[in-house]
């Protein structure tokens, strides 16, 4: 069995979740960034292929977009990180948004999902927004002071056990 995870990370929280997937299945897969793949025939040959993007204006990011319309018969376990949190409708919709752009021979069998700190540079650019901007509600500032522990161990964890869950359960054939 070959793991291939992919991942795109300006600022390293869709990173250390890749990093964490890649852990779990050491020795058997390879970590690799989207950006670097020139060819796409550099990506056959995996048995799984677990792709991680950050959330950009409520799509999987650029490079994402670009890669995931190329891929045909593959398992694909999707993974990303976001400012909003995991259980908002934004959350749910970038994967249905990702799932839009791939060709249908593919497979997803999992995704997962998780808050992830917000940059220091967004932080500055929303501080200079008006402070009646939606922005800077109590509401949204709160979220983002939640964000700034993520992803955190448990997110991690969680990520790990999904994507092993993901391969163990396929290979006994359920
Ligand atoms: C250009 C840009 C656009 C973003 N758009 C969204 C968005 O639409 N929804 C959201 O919840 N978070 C958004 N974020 C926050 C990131 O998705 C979040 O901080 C993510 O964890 C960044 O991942 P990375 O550290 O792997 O780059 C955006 C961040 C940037 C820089």
Same mark, same amino acid.
């Given at each position: +069995?070959?793991v291939?995870?992919?991942? #795109?990370?300006?600022?390293?929280?869709?990173?250390?979740?890749?990093?964490?997937?890649?852990?779990?299945?050491?020795?058997?897969?390879?970590l +690799?960034?989207?950006?670097?793949?020139?060819?796409?025939?550099?990506?056959?040959?995996? %048995?799984?292929?677990?792709?991680?993007?950050?959330?950009?204006?409520?799509?999987?990011d650029?490079?994402? +977009?670009?890669?995931?319309?190329?891929?045909?018969?593959?398992?694909?376990?999707?993974?990303s990180?976001?400012?909003?949190?995991?259980?908002? +409708?934004?959350?749910?919709?970038v994967?249905? @948004?990702?799932?839009?752009?791939?060709?249908?021979? #593919?497979?997803?069998?999992?995704?997962?999902?998780?808050?992830?700190?917000?940059?220091?540079?967004?932080?500055? @650019?929303?501080?200079?927004? $008006?402070?009646?901007? $939606?922005?800077?509600?109590?509401?949204?500032?709160?979220?983002r002071?939640?964000?700034?522990?993520? $992803?955190?161990?448990?997110?991690? %964890? #969680?990520?790990?056990?999904?994507? @092993?869950?993901?391969?163990?359960?396929?290979?006994?054939?359920?």
């Amino acid at each position: +069995m070959k793991v291939l995870v992919l991942y #795109n990370s300006e600022t390293g929280n869709t990173k250390k979740v890749a990093e964490a997937i890649y852990e779990e299945f050491k020795g058997e897969a390879k970590l +690799m960034e989207t950006k670097s793949i020139k060819d796409i025939s550099e990506i056959d040959g995996y %048995e799984y292929i677990f792709i991680g993007f950050f959330v950009d204006k409520g799509y999987p990011d650029e490079p994402t +977009m670009e890669l995931l319309p190329k891929l045909k018969e593959k398992k694909l376990g999707l993974f990303s990180t976001l400012g909003a949190y995991p259980y908002s +409708m934004q959350a749910f919709r970038v994967f249905a @948004r990702a799932e839009e752009v791939l060709d249908k021979s #593919n497979r997803i069998e999992g995704c997962y999902i998780c808050q992830g700190r917000v940059s220091d540079e967004s932080l500055k @650019r929303i501080a200079a927004l $008006p402070p009646d901007d $939606p922005k800077r509600s109590k509401k949204s500032t709160l979220r983002r002071e939640i964000g700034m522990s993520h $992803p955190d161990s448990e997110d991690l %964890e #969680n990520a790990r056990k999904i994507f @092993r869950n993901i391969v163990d359960r396929d290979l006994k054939g359920f």
